[in-house]
């Protein structure tokens, strides 16, 4: 990530959080804030030291994970979660659980973990480019499809032309090319998306 971006990290169990925060010193990650100094920038309002959060890896397992999440999306609009564990979310809104990039196992997989950190970083960026153009609508449409290239941005456009339309699509493309995440997020994002997605 940029030097200028910070990692959040929010754990109630002391280990974990210096787990987390050595994995990510060690990737090379310079500006990790954690514990109480984290919880003090969220509380701060300070909106120039808030705006510089790049992405909040949160402990899964704790009991107030769901409060943490909220209080980030509180006290800064468009941060993406990294979710270390896997518990049952209540409470929140689609569009925070939208900002979920990944839930990993612990111990962490190094590949999942540096990919999600890219991911994120990719989610942020977009949102900070949308806000700037006043749309953001096609954030969370496209969080799981990464890419800078042309041809993306080719097929994220068109798949912000059909989203919310209801009409057939006809998805073509060699095995492999992600056919089925585009499937998925169009479904996500359709009239039927509170009826299963399921694919043959």
Same mark, same amino acid.
């Given at each position: 990530?940029?030097?200028?971006?910070?990692?959040?990290?929010?754990?109630?169990?002391?280990?974990?959080?210096?787990?987390?925060?050595?994995?990510?010193?060690?990737?090379?990650?310079?500006?990790?804030?954690?514990?109480?100094?984290?919880?003090?920038?969220?509380?701060?309002?300070?909106?120039?030291?808030?705006?510089?959060?790049?992405?909040?890896?949160?402990?899964?397992?704790?009991?107030?994970?769901?409060?943490?999440?909220?209080?980030?999306?509180?006290?800064?609009?468009?941060?993406?979660?990294?979710?270390?564990?896997?518990?049952?979310?209540?409470?929140?809104?689609?569009?925070?659980?939208?900002?979920?990039?990944?839930?990993?196992?612990?111990?962490?997989?190094?590949?999942?973990?540096?990919?999600?950190?890219?991911?994120? $970083?990719?989610? *942020?960026?977009?949102?900070?480019? /949308? #806000?700037?153009?006043? &749309?953001? %609508?096609? =954030? $969370?449409?496209? *969080?799981?499809?990464?890419?800078? /290239? #042309?041809?993306?941005? &080719?097929? %994220?456009? =068109?798949?912000?032309?059909?989203?919310?339309?209801?009409? /057939?699509?006809?998805?073509?493309?060699?095995?492999?090319?992600?056919?089925?995440?585009?499937?998925?997020?169009?479904?996500?994002?359709?009239?039927?998306?509170?009826?299963?997605?399921?694919?043959?």
């Amino acid at each position: 990530m940029s030097k200028n971006n910070k990692v959040l990290v929010l754990s109630e169990d002391d280990s974990r959080l210096r787990d987390i925060v050595t994995i990510l010193e060690f990737i090379g990650e310079e500006q990790v804030l954690a514990g109480d100094e984290a919880r003090a920038l969220l509380s701060s309002g300070d909106e120039e030291s808030l705006s510089d959060i790049a992405v909040a890896v949160v402990n899964g397992e704790d009991a107030g994970t769901t409060e943490a999440i909220t209080a980030v999306c509180d006290a800064v609009q468009g941060v993406p979660f990294l979710v270390v564990g896997h518990p049952e979310l209540k409470g929140l809104s689609d569009e925070t659980s939208g900002r979920i990039i990944a839930r990993m196992e612990w111990p962490l997989n190094y590949t999942k973990f540096v990919d999600s950190l890219y991911r994120a $970083q990719i989610y *942020r960026d977009q949102f900070s480019r /949308s #806000r700037e153009r006043g &749309q953001q %609508r096609g =954030l $969370q449409l496209f *969080r799981s499809l990464v890419g800078t /290239s #042309r041809k993306v941005q &080719q097929v %994220r456009q =068109l798949m912000e032309q059909v989203a919310d339309k209801d009409v /057939s699509v006809l998805i073509t493309g060699e095995s492999g090319t992600g056919k089925e995440v585009v499937a998925r997020n169009l479904h996500y994002h359709s009239s039927r998306r509170d009826k299963p997605f399921v694919p043959v």
